[in-house]
């Protein structure tokens, strides 16, 4: 089992810019979550997918935030333009649907991400 | 007030001392309870499930208090290997998502 896989790990980016962070969820898993982390806010939900379909986006902060899920197997979290204050660690994670309530997530090792 | 809150630490306990760390969560719909832990700049990591009636596994006992909406975690004969940020974590009804506390610091030392 290779786990939640994101990239990249690291990112470093200038204000402006757009900036795109990839997840891969473990196969089978049918539910897909998006975090993000800061030392001031901690873990905070921004979306959620149940099978490909958002369910849930009330945490994403503005217009500039967009996620994804073209498919099982993939998902994107994209920031345009980004602001230094996005600068967090994002966190993708992902269960089995009928068991998310009960048996938790998987998460990823996170993408750093730096906006200068 | 935040749905879920901890104290965070640091709590910094000699090695085969007794911690307990406390949380507590405001929506009483919650249902499903759960500790996590976070080593520095890794994910965060299921640690276990909180049932109603209590639960051990090995060192670990989580002990849930629906009435008074509080979820604790006590761990024994501390190792330095348990230093880690221990998160909360509480999931209800209305949202079928898993939100977390800002976490408790644990320091084991020699």
């Known amino acids: 089992d290779a786990g939640v896989i994101q990239s990249p790990r690291h990112e470093v980016t200038e204000m402006g810019q757009e900036v795109t962070l990839r997840c891969k969820p473990i196969?089978?898993?049918?539910?897909l979550f998006w975090y993000r982390q800061t030392m001031m806010r901690g873990l905070e939900l921004l979306i959620y997918?149940?099978?490909?379909?958002?369910?849930?986006d009330s945490g994403m902060p503005e217009d500039r935030f967009s996620a994804k899920m073209p498919n099982a197997s993939f998902s994107t979290l994209k920031i345009q333009p980004s602001e230094p204050r996005d600068s967090a660690v994002y966190f993708c994670?992902?269960?089995?649907?009928?068991?998310?309530?009960?048996?938790?997530?998987?998460f990823g090792s996170g993408t750093r991400l730096t906006v200068v | 007030r935040k749905e879920v809150e901890q104290d965070p630490g640091p709590f910094n306990v000699p090695e085969g001392a007794t911690v307990a760390f406390n949380c507590t969560y405001s929506?009483?719909?919650?249902?499903?309870f759960f500790w996590y832990r976070q080593d520095c700049r890794k994910e965060p990591k299921l640690l276990m499930s909180?049932?109603?009636s209590g639960n051990e596994d090995g060192r670990f006992t989580a002990q849930l208090n629906r009435a008074s909406q509080y979820i604790s975690l006590l761990i024994r004969d501390s190792k330095l290997s348990d230093s880690a940020t221990y998160l909360c974590v509480v999931s209800h009804t209305g949202r079928r998502a898993l939100t977390f506390g800002s976490g408790t610091r644990l320091q084991v030392q020699p």
């Open positions: 909180v049932y109603s």
């Open positions: 929506n009483s719909a919650s249902q499903s």
């Open positions: 994670a992902s269960s089995p649907v009928v068991r998310a309530i009960n048996y938790g997530y998987t």
């Open positions: 196969s089978g898993h049918n539910s």
């Open positions: 997918f149940n099978n490909n379909v958002p369910i849930d």
